[in-house]
Protein backbone atom coordinates (compact mmCIF):
# COMPACT_ATOMS: atom_id res chain seq x y z
CA UNK A 1 0.00 0.00 0.00
CA UNK A 2 2.87 2.53 1.31
CA UNK A 3 4.46 1.26 -2.32
CA UNK A 4 1.11 2.67 -4.24
CA UNK A 5 1.18 5.77 -2.77
CA UNK A 6 4.37 6.48 -3.37
CA UNK A 7 4.36 5.06 -6.56
CA UNK A 8 1.50 7.52 -7.22
CA UNK A 9 2.92 10.76 -5.56
CA UNK A 10 6.34 10.21 -7.66
CA UNK A 11 4.54 9.63 -11.35
CA UNK A 12 2.18 13.02 -10.29
CA UNK A 13 5.56 15.08 -9.24
CA UNK A 14 7.21 13.87 -12.47
CA UNK A 15 3.81 14.98 -14.59
CA UNK A 16 3.58 18.19 -13.08
CA UNK A 17 7.31 19.02 -13.83
CA UNK A 18 6.76 18.11 -17.41
CA UNK A 19 3.89 21.00 -17.68
CA UNK A 20 5.25 24.44 -19.19
CA UNK A 21 5.42 27.36 -16.76
CA UNK A 22 4.14 31.14 -16.99
CA UNK A 23 6.87 33.24 -18.98
CA UNK A 24 9.59 34.78 -16.68
CA UNK A 25 8.80 37.74 -15.55
CA UNK A 26 10.21 40.15 -12.47
CA UNK A 27 8.77 39.08 -8.90
CA UNK A 28 5.98 41.05 -7.54
CA UNK A 29 4.76 41.92 -4.48
CA UNK A 30 1.58 40.21 -2.34
CA UNK A 31 -1.73 41.64 -3.09
CA UNK A 32 -0.34 43.80 -5.49
CA UNK A 33 1.91 42.00 -7.86
CA UNK A 34 3.83 44.07 -10.26
CA UNK A 35 1.63 47.13 -10.13
CA UNK A 36 3.67 49.11 -8.06
CA UNK A 37 6.71 48.91 -10.66
CA UNK A 38 4.59 49.57 -13.61
CA UNK A 39 6.23 52.88 -15.90
CA UNK A 40 3.85 55.09 -17.27
CA UNK A 41 5.31 54.80 -20.32
CA UNK A 42 4.16 51.01 -20.95
CA UNK A 43 5.39 50.08 -24.20
CA UNK A 44 8.90 51.06 -22.81
CA UNK A 45 8.62 49.43 -19.71
CA UNK A 46 7.80 46.20 -21.51
CA UNK A 47 10.23 46.78 -23.72
CA UNK A 48 12.90 46.65 -21.08
CA UNK A 49 11.75 44.16 -19.50
CA UNK A 50 11.96 41.91 -22.60
CA UNK A 51 15.70 42.59 -22.76
CA UNK A 52 15.98 41.23 -19.70
CA UNK A 53 13.57 38.07 -19.65
CA UNK A 54 13.25 37.60 -23.72
CA UNK A 55 10.44 37.69 -26.08
CA UNK A 56 7.36 36.57 -23.89
CA UNK A 57 6.93 37.55 -20.39
CA UNK A 58 4.11 37.49 -17.48
CA UNK A 59 3.57 39.95 -14.86
CA UNK A 60 0.60 39.54 -12.15
CA UNK A 61 -0.80 43.17 -12.06
CA UNK A 62 -3.06 42.70 -8.72
CA UNK A 63 -5.70 39.53 -10.24
CA UNK A 64 -5.05 39.80 -13.29
CA UNK A 65 -2.11 38.02 -15.23
CA UNK A 66 -0.78 40.18 -17.65
CA UNK A 67 1.44 38.64 -20.46
CA UNK A 68 3.24 40.54 -22.69
CA UNK A 69 4.80 39.29 -26.24
CA UNK A 70 7.41 41.49 -27.70
CA UNK A 71 9.12 39.78 -30.99
CA UNK A 72 7.51 39.01 -34.54
CA UNK A 73 7.87 35.23 -34.22
CA UNK A 74 5.23 34.79 -31.04
CA UNK A 75 3.47 37.68 -32.61
CA UNK A 76 2.42 35.42 -35.43
CA UNK A 77 1.66 32.63 -33.22
CA UNK A 78 -0.76 34.34 -31.57
CA UNK A 79 -2.07 36.58 -34.33
CA UNK A 80 -1.88 33.66 -37.13
CA UNK A 81 -1.20 29.81 -35.94
CA UNK A 82 -4.16 30.58 -33.23
CA UNK A 83 -5.73 33.20 -34.12
CA UNK A 84 -8.90 31.50 -33.15
CA UNK A 85 -8.05 30.88 -29.85
CA UNK A 86 -6.79 34.87 -29.41
CA UNK A 87 -9.99 36.14 -31.18
CA UNK A 88 -11.51 37.26 -27.89
CA UNK A 89 -10.72 40.89 -26.30
CA UNK A 90 -9.85 41.34 -22.44
CA UNK A 91 -12.23 44.16 -22.02
CA UNK A 92 -11.75 47.07 -19.58
CA UNK A 93 -14.74 48.16 -17.21
CA UNK A 94 -14.85 51.71 -19.41
CA UNK A 95 -14.20 49.94 -22.80
CA UNK A 96 -17.64 47.65 -21.52
CA UNK A 97 -19.39 50.75 -20.35
CA UNK A 98 -18.48 53.09 -22.84
CA UNK A 99 -19.45 51.05 -25.77
CA UNK A 100 -22.49 49.47 -25.07
CA UNK A 101 -21.80 46.28 -22.77
CA UNK A 102 -18.93 45.85 -25.81
CA UNK A 103 -21.66 45.69 -28.13
CA UNK A 104 -19.38 46.87 -31.09
CA UNK A 105 -16.87 45.04 -33.35
CA UNK A 106 -13.39 46.28 -31.24
CA UNK A 107 -14.58 44.61 -27.93
CA UNK A 108 -17.65 41.86 -28.59
CA UNK A 109 -16.67 38.49 -27.94
CA UNK A 110 -15.97 36.53 -31.39
CA UNK A 111 -18.71 34.49 -32.66
CA UNK A 112 -21.66 35.29 -35.17
CA UNK A 113 -22.72 38.70 -33.40
CA UNK A 114 -18.92 39.64 -33.92
CA UNK A 115 -18.86 38.68 -37.61
CA UNK A 116 -22.41 40.49 -38.33
CA UNK A 117 -20.71 43.80 -37.13
CA UNK A 118 -17.64 43.37 -38.87
CA UNK A 119 -19.70 42.65 -42.24
CA UNK A 120 -21.51 45.42 -41.94
CA UNK A 121 -18.71 47.62 -41.06
CA UNK A 122 -16.54 46.05 -44.17
CA UNK A 123 -19.14 45.73 -46.71
CA UNK A 124 -21.72 49.40 -45.83
CA UNK A 125 -20.12 51.42 -43.78
CA UNK A 126 -16.25 51.38 -44.72
CA UNK A 127 -16.59 49.41 -48.42
CA UNK A 128 -14.36 51.23 -51.12
CA UNK A 129 -17.98 52.38 -52.91
CA UNK A 130 -19.04 53.69 -49.67
CA UNK A 131 -15.88 55.68 -48.92
CA UNK A 132 -16.13 57.00 -52.39
CA UNK A 133 -19.25 58.12 -51.85
CA UNK A 134 -18.29 60.38 -49.17
CA UNK A 135 -15.05 61.83 -50.45
CA UNK A 136 -16.60 65.26 -51.49
CA UNK A 137 -17.30 65.51 -47.37
CA UNK A 138 -14.03 64.94 -46.53
CA UNK A 139 -12.72 67.04 -49.22
CA UNK A 140 -14.79 70.13 -47.80
CA UNK A 141 -14.06 69.68 -44.24
CA UNK A 142 -9.83 69.27 -45.35
CA UNK A 143 -11.15 72.94 -47.46
CA UNK A 144 -12.45 74.86 -44.28
CA UNK A 145 -9.61 73.49 -42.10
CA UNK A 146 -6.94 75.25 -44.85
CA UNK A 147 -8.83 77.65 -45.36
CA UNK A 148 -9.32 78.93 -41.19
CA UNK A 149 -5.66 79.02 -40.65
CA UNK A 150 -5.20 81.16 -43.40
CA UNK A 151 -7.92 83.35 -42.49
CA UNK A 152 -6.02 83.47 -39.03
CA UNK A 153 -2.58 84.31 -40.66
CA UNK A 154 0.53 83.33 -39.29
CA UNK A 155 -0.48 82.77 -35.45
CA UNK A 156 0.52 80.14 -33.37
CA UNK A 157 -2.24 76.97 -33.43
CA UNK A 158 -2.14 73.62 -31.84
CA UNK A 159 -1.78 71.00 -34.61
CA UNK A 160 -3.58 68.54 -32.77
CA UNK A 161 -6.50 70.25 -32.03
CA UNK A 162 -7.22 71.57 -35.78
CA UNK A 163 -7.08 68.27 -37.29
CA UNK A 164 -9.29 66.70 -33.85
CA UNK A 165 -11.89 69.48 -34.96
CA UNK A 166 -11.78 68.55 -38.38
CA UNK A 167 -12.18 64.91 -37.99
CA UNK A 168 -15.12 65.30 -35.45
CA UNK A 169 -16.80 67.64 -38.09
CA UNK A 170 -16.26 65.24 -41.08
CA UNK A 171 -17.08 61.84 -39.26
CA UNK A 172 -20.45 63.52 -38.12
CA UNK A 173 -20.98 64.39 -41.67
CA UNK A 174 -20.06 60.77 -43.27
CA UNK A 175 -22.75 59.79 -40.22
CA UNK A 176 -25.82 62.06 -41.15
CA UNK A 177 -24.59 62.70 -44.88
CA UNK A 178 -23.25 66.51 -44.54
CA UNK A 179 -25.26 67.02 -41.59
CA UNK A 180 -28.86 68.54 -43.54
CA UNK A 181 -29.86 70.93 -40.34
CA UNK A 182 -28.42 74.56 -40.47
CA UNK A 183 -25.11 75.83 -39.83
CA UNK A 184 -25.72 76.59 -36.39
CA UNK A 185 -27.40 73.19 -35.62
CA UNK A 186 -24.27 71.48 -37.16
CA UNK A 187 -21.84 73.22 -35.32
CA UNK A 188 -23.88 72.75 -32.06
CA UNK A 189 -23.70 68.65 -32.91
CA UNK A 190 -19.93 68.93 -33.44
CA UNK A 191 -19.19 70.58 -30.52
CA UNK A 192 -21.07 68.34 -28.53
CA UNK A 193 -19.63 64.88 -29.88
CA UNK A 194 -16.09 66.86 -29.33
CA UNK A 195 -16.43 67.24 -25.68
CA UNK A 196 -17.66 64.03 -25.29
CA UNK A 197 -14.74 62.43 -27.37
CA UNK A 198 -12.72 63.82 -25.68
CA UNK A 199 -13.91 63.21 -21.84
CA UNK A 200 -14.12 59.10 -22.92
CA UNK A 201 -11.08 59.10 -24.46
CA UNK A 202 -9.70 60.26 -20.79
CA UNK A 203 -11.17 57.71 -19.15
CA UNK A 204 -10.67 54.76 -21.55
CA UNK A 205 -6.84 55.44 -21.41
CA UNK A 206 -7.14 56.01 -17.39
CA UNK A 207 -6.17 53.08 -14.93
CA UNK A 208 -8.85 51.65 -13.22
CA UNK A 209 -8.47 49.40 -9.77
CA UNK A 210 -11.38 47.52 -10.53
CA UNK A 211 -9.43 46.28 -13.52
CA UNK A 212 -7.25 44.92 -11.76
CA UNK A 213 -9.13 43.94 -8.69
CA UNK A 214 -12.92 42.74 -9.36
CA UNK A 215 -13.82 42.43 -5.86
CA UNK A 216 -13.83 46.09 -5.93
CA UNK A 217 -16.01 46.67 -8.92
CA UNK A 218 -18.88 47.19 -7.12
CA UNK A 219 -17.55 50.20 -5.27
CA UNK A 220 -16.03 52.56 -8.54
CA UNK A 221 -13.66 53.64 -6.03
CA UNK A 222 -12.47 55.79 -8.89
CA UNK A 223 -15.53 56.91 -10.43
CA UNK A 224 -14.92 55.76 -13.93
CA UNK A 225 -17.48 53.69 -14.56
CA UNK A 226 -20.18 56.47 -13.47
CA UNK A 227 -18.61 58.78 -15.52
CA UNK A 228 -18.59 56.64 -18.81
CA UNK A 229 -22.22 56.05 -18.12
CA UNK A 230 -23.12 59.87 -17.81
CA UNK A 231 -21.13 60.32 -21.09
CA UNK A 232 -22.79 57.12 -22.70
CA UNK A 233 -26.24 59.12 -21.86
CA UNK A 234 -24.96 62.11 -23.49
CA UNK A 235 -24.22 60.34 -26.76
CA UNK A 236 -27.20 58.45 -26.33
CA UNK A 237 -29.30 61.68 -26.62
CA UNK A 238 -27.08 63.22 -29.37
CA UNK A 239 -27.83 60.10 -31.76
CA UNK A 240 -31.80 59.96 -30.79
CA UNK A 241 -31.71 63.40 -32.17
CA UNK A 242 -29.89 62.60 -34.95
CA UNK A 243 -32.05 58.99 -35.67
CA UNK A 244 -35.19 61.15 -34.78
CA UNK A 245 -34.32 64.17 -37.43
CA UNK A 246 -33.60 61.56 -40.52
CA UNK A 247 -37.19 59.60 -39.70
CA UNK A 248 -38.78 63.10 -39.82
CA UNK A 249 -36.98 63.97 -42.89
CA UNK A 250 -37.70 60.55 -44.61
CA UNK A 251 -41.58 60.69 -43.83
CA UNK A 252 -41.87 64.35 -45.29
CA UNK A 253 -39.54 63.18 -48.93
CA UNK A 254 -41.99 59.69 -48.43
CA UNK A 255 -38.84 57.73 -48.19
CA UNK A 256 -38.01 58.47 -51.82
CA UNK A 257 -34.63 60.44 -51.28
CA UNK A 258 -32.97 58.57 -49.34
CA UNK A 259 -28.94 59.61 -48.50
CA UNK A 260 -26.56 57.02 -48.49
CA UNK A 261 -24.55 57.41 -45.23
CA UNK A 262 -23.23 55.39 -41.96
CA UNK A 263 -26.77 56.24 -40.31
CA UNK A 264 -29.03 55.33 -43.27
CA UNK A 265 -27.00 52.13 -43.93
CA UNK A 266 -27.82 51.42 -40.47
CA UNK A 267 -30.86 51.96 -40.49
CA UNK A 268 -31.76 50.20 -43.50
CA UNK A 269 -30.00 47.35 -41.98
CA UNK A 270 -31.96 47.36 -38.69
CA UNK A 271 -35.24 47.52 -40.21
CA UNK A 272 -34.11 44.97 -42.85
CA UNK A 273 -33.40 42.44 -40.68
CA UNK A 274 -31.23 39.07 -40.70
CA UNK A 275 -32.76 36.00 -39.36
CA UNK A 276 -29.49 34.77 -37.79
CA UNK A 277 -27.75 37.46 -36.23
CA UNK A 278 -29.98 40.56 -36.52
CA UNK A 279 -28.81 44.16 -35.82
CA UNK A 280 -30.13 45.53 -32.67
CA UNK A 281 -29.97 49.47 -32.51
CA UNK A 282 -27.93 49.36 -29.36
CA UNK A 283 -25.25 47.35 -31.70
CA UNK A 284 -25.78 50.29 -34.16
CA UNK A 285 -24.83 52.66 -31.65
CA UNK A 286 -21.66 51.20 -30.33
CA UNK A 287 -21.09 50.94 -34.41
CA UNK A 288 -21.30 54.69 -34.31
CA UNK A 289 -19.23 54.97 -31.26
CA UNK A 290 -16.76 53.42 -33.02
CA UNK A 291 -16.33 55.26 -35.55
CA UNK A 292 -16.38 58.63 -33.48
CA UNK A 293 -13.86 57.49 -31.06
CA UNK A 294 -11.52 55.56 -33.45
CA UNK A 295 -11.42 57.86 -36.29
CA UNK A 296 -10.56 61.28 -34.12
CA UNK A 297 -8.30 60.98 -31.59
CA UNK A 298 -5.97 58.69 -32.97
CA UNK A 299 -5.90 60.59 -36.32
CA UNK A 300 -4.96 63.84 -34.67
CA UNK A 301 -2.27 62.29 -32.17
CA UNK A 302 -0.43 60.51 -35.70
CA UNK A 303 -0.52 63.68 -37.22
CA UNK A 304 1.17 65.47 -34.68
CA UNK A 305 3.52 63.09 -34.89
CA UNK A 306 4.13 62.81 -38.59
CA UNK A 307 4.35 66.65 -38.92
CA UNK A 308 6.70 66.86 -36.01
CA UNK A 309 9.23 64.28 -37.61
CA UNK A 310 8.94 66.31 -41.06
CA UNK A 311 9.88 69.74 -39.22
CA UNK A 312 12.50 67.99 -37.59
CA UNK A 313 13.88 66.71 -40.29
CA UNK A 314 13.68 69.57 -42.92
CA UNK A 315 15.00 67.09 -45.98
CA UNK A 316 11.99 64.70 -45.78
CA UNK A 317 9.61 67.68 -45.67
CA UNK A 318 10.96 69.30 -49.02
CA UNK A 319 10.84 65.83 -51.02
CA UNK A 320 7.23 65.73 -49.47
CA UNK A 321 6.97 69.49 -50.90
CA UNK A 322 8.23 69.46 -54.09
CA UNK A 323 6.42 65.47 -55.06
CA UNK A 324 2.90 68.17 -54.37
CA UNK A 325 4.26 70.44 -56.89
CA UNK A 326 5.04 67.64 -59.90
CA UNK A 327 1.43 65.85 -58.61
CA UNK A 328 -0.47 68.48 -57.35
CA UNK A 329 0.78 72.01 -59.00
CA UNK A 330 2.63 75.00 -57.10
CA UNK A 331 -0.54 76.86 -56.51
CA UNK A 332 -3.01 73.93 -56.71
CA UNK A 333 -5.07 72.40 -53.62
CA UNK A 334 -5.05 68.82 -52.63
CA UNK A 335 -7.51 67.02 -53.84
CA UNK A 336 -7.89 62.76 -52.89
CA UNK A 337 -7.77 61.77 -56.28
CA UNK A 338 -4.02 62.72 -56.01
CA UNK A 339 -3.60 60.52 -52.82
CA UNK A 340 -2.45 57.04 -54.84
CA UNK A 341 -0.06 59.68 -57.01
CA UNK A 342 1.82 60.59 -53.75
CA UNK A 343 4.16 57.77 -52.59
CA UNK A 344 6.48 59.49 -50.24
CA UNK A 345 3.55 60.91 -48.59
CA UNK A 346 2.46 58.01 -48.20
CA UNK A 347 6.08 56.34 -46.71
CA UNK A 348 5.81 59.02 -44.47
CA UNK A 349 2.41 57.82 -42.85
CA UNK A 350 3.98 54.62 -42.55
CA UNK A 351 7.44 55.81 -41.13
CA UNK A 352 5.32 57.47 -38.45
CA UNK A 353 3.41 54.25 -37.70
CA UNK A 354 6.50 52.72 -37.26
CA UNK A 355 8.27 55.27 -34.69
CA UNK A 356 4.85 55.77 -33.15
CA UNK A 357 2.19 53.39 -33.52
CA UNK A 358 -1.15 54.73 -32.46
CA UNK A 359 -1.77 51.53 -30.65
CA UNK A 360 1.90 50.41 -29.45
CA UNK A 361 0.63 47.34 -27.45
CA UNK A 362 -2.59 46.50 -29.68
CA UNK A 363 -5.74 45.96 -27.82
CA UNK A 364 -5.39 43.40 -25.35
CA UNK A 365 -6.30 39.63 -26.39
CA UNK A 366 -7.51 36.80 -24.12
CA UNK A 367 -7.38 33.07 -24.98
CA UNK A 368 -10.65 31.47 -24.55
CA UNK A 369 -8.73 28.17 -23.25
CA UNK A 370 -5.54 27.92 -21.56
CA UNK A 371 -2.61 27.17 -24.67
CA UNK A 372 0.60 26.93 -25.12
CA UNK A 373 2.74 29.80 -27.04
CA UNK A 374 6.12 29.94 -27.32
CA UNK A 375 6.88 26.93 -25.30
CA UNK A 376 5.12 28.63 -21.85
CA UNK A 377 0.60 28.35 -20.42
CA UNK A 378 -0.94 30.99 -21.05
CA UNK A 379 -3.76 30.47 -18.65
CA UNK A 380 -7.89 31.05 -19.86
CA UNK A 381 -8.48 34.31 -19.25
CA UNK A 382 -4.85 36.09 -19.29
CA UNK A 383 -4.57 39.51 -20.93
CA UNK A 384 -2.67 38.86 -23.54
CA UNK A 385 -0.57 42.48 -25.36
CA UNK A 386 1.58 42.45 -28.49
CA UNK A 387 4.16 45.15 -28.04
CA UNK A 388 4.48 46.36 -31.52
CA UNK A 389 6.28 49.21 -30.53
CA UNK A 390 9.20 47.40 -29.78
CA UNK A 391 8.94 45.49 -33.04
CA UNK A 392 9.00 48.34 -34.87
CA UNK A 393 12.31 49.68 -33.06
CA UNK A 394 13.68 46.31 -33.15
CA UNK A 395 17.45 47.09 -33.90
CA UNK A 396 17.75 42.92 -35.75
CA UNK A 397 14.55 43.86 -38.10
CA UNK A 398 15.23 47.83 -39.05
CA UNK A 399 18.54 49.86 -40.21
CA UNK A 400 19.39 52.65 -37.60
CA UNK A 401 15.58 51.80 -36.00
CA UNK A 402 15.28 55.69 -34.02
CA UNK A 403 15.93 57.60 -37.06
CA UNK A 404 12.67 59.28 -39.32
CA UNK A 405 13.46 57.75 -42.48
CA UNK A 406 10.62 57.32 -44.90
CA UNK A 407 12.86 56.09 -47.74
CA UNK A 408 12.63 52.70 -45.63
CA UNK A 409 8.74 52.26 -47.24
CA UNK A 410 9.44 53.70 -50.18
CA UNK A 411 8.90 50.79 -53.32
CA UNK A 412 8.92 48.41 -50.18
CA UNK A 413 7.13 45.44 -49.10
CA UNK A 414 5.81 46.89 -46.36
CA UNK A 415 2.14 47.61 -46.00
CA UNK A 416 -0.99 47.67 -43.28
CA UNK A 417 -2.60 44.27 -44.01
CA UNK A 418 -0.71 42.95 -40.94
CA UNK A 419 0.53 39.53 -42.73
CA UNK A 420 4.29 40.55 -41.90
CA UNK A 421 5.02 40.63 -37.90
CA UNK A 422 7.85 42.90 -38.25
CA UNK A 423 5.62 46.16 -39.29
CA UNK A 424 1.58 46.00 -38.11
CA UNK A 425 0.79 48.57 -36.57
CA UNK A 426 -3.05 48.03 -37.52
CA UNK A 427 -2.85 45.02 -36.27
CA UNK A 428 -3.22 41.59 -37.51
CA UNK A 429 -5.21 38.50 -38.21
CA UNK A 430 -9.49 38.76 -37.75
CA UNK A 431 -9.76 41.44 -35.88
CA UNK A 432 -7.42 43.68 -37.76
CA UNK A 433 -8.92 46.82 -37.50
CA UNK A 434 -11.49 47.84 -40.74
CA UNK A 435 -11.34 50.86 -40.98
CA UNK A 436 -7.65 51.22 -42.26
CA UNK A 437 -8.28 52.49 -46.17
CA UNK A 438 -10.37 55.61 -44.76
CA UNK A 439 -7.43 56.20 -42.18
CA UNK A 440 -5.13 56.05 -45.04
CA UNK A 441 -7.30 58.65 -47.41
CA UNK A 442 -7.75 60.91 -44.85
CA UNK A 443 -4.36 60.66 -43.18
CA UNK A 444 -2.61 61.79 -46.48
CA UNK A 445 -5.07 64.07 -47.74
CA UNK A 446 -4.96 66.25 -44.52
CA UNK A 447 -1.17 65.68 -44.24
CA UNK A 448 -0.28 66.62 -48.29
CA UNK A 449 -2.86 69.51 -47.50
CA UNK A 450 -1.10 70.74 -44.66
CA UNK A 451 2.24 70.78 -45.99
CA UNK A 452 1.71 71.86 -49.84
CA UNK A 453 -0.38 74.71 -48.43
CA UNK A 454 2.00 75.81 -45.17
CA UNK A 455 5.39 75.93 -44.09
CA UNK A 456 5.90 75.73 -40.63
CA UNK A 457 7.70 76.58 -37.44
CA UNK A 458 7.86 76.81 -34.26
CA UNK A 459 8.47 79.58 -32.28
CA UNK A 460 12.18 79.14 -30.92
CA UNK A 461 13.45 77.17 -34.05
CA UNK A 462 14.31 74.61 -31.80
CA UNK A 463 13.93 71.01 -32.81
CA UNK A 464 10.52 69.61 -31.41
CA UNK A 465 10.67 67.58 -28.62
CA UNK A 466 8.86 64.01 -29.52
CA UNK A 467 8.66 62.12 -26.02
CA UNK A 468 5.43 59.70 -26.39
CA UNK A 469 2.57 59.95 -23.59
CA UNK A 470 0.67 56.08 -23.36
CA UNK A 471 -3.12 56.10 -23.12
CA UNK A 472 -5.97 54.88 -25.18
CA UNK A 473 -3.70 55.95 -28.24
CA UNK A 474 -0.02 56.90 -27.94
CA UNK A 475 0.26 61.02 -28.44
CA UNK A 476 2.58 63.48 -28.08
CA UNK A 477 3.80 64.25 -24.59
CA UNK A 478 3.70 67.80 -25.55
CA UNK A 479 0.77 69.19 -28.03
CA UNK A 480 2.38 70.40 -31.17
CA UNK A 481 2.03 74.22 -31.74
CA UNK A 482 3.05 75.61 -34.45
CA UNK A 483 2.84 78.69 -37.05
CA UNK A 484 1.99 78.11 -40.68
CA UNK A 485 2.67 80.09 -43.59
CA UNK A 486 1.07 80.04 -46.39
CA UNK A 487 2.95 78.84 -49.68
CA UNK A 488 -0.08 79.00 -51.80
CA UNK A 489 -0.62 82.52 -53.04
CA UNK A 490 -3.66 81.85 -55.33
CA UNK A 491 -6.10 83.33 -52.40
CA UNK A 492 -9.14 82.09 -54.78
CA UNK A 493 -7.94 78.47 -53.45
CA UNK A 494 -8.29 79.51 -49.89
CA UNK A 495 -11.99 80.48 -49.93
Not at 60 to 77: C, M, Q, T
Not at 459 to 487: H, Q, V
Request: aromatic share 10%; with cysteine; glycine share 8%.
Amino acid sequence: MIWCIWFLVKKFYKNTQNLPHLPPGPKGLPFVGNLPFLHLQLQKYFTTLAQTYGPIISLHLGYKLVVIISSPSLASEILKDQDIMFANRDVSIAGKVGFYDGSDILWSPYGPEWRMLRRVCVQELLSGPMLDSTYVLRQNEVRRMVNNLYVRGMSLVNVGEEVFITMISLITNMLCGGGGGNEEENKSLVNGLGLVVKEMIVLLGKPNISDFFPSLTYFDLQGIEKEMKRLVQKFDNIFELMVNERTRKDHEKNNKLRKKDFLQSLLNIRDIGDAKTPLTITQAKALLMDMIVGGTGTTSYTMEFALAEMMNNPQVMERAQQELEVVVGANNMVVESHIHQLPYLKAIMKETLRLHPIAPLLAPRCPSESCIVGGYSIPKGTRVCVNVWANHRDPFIWEDPLKFDPKSFMGSKWDFNGNDFKYFPFGSGRRICVGIELAERMFVLMLASLVHGFEWKVSNDEKLNLEEKFGIGLRKKKPLMAIPTPRIFNQTLYE
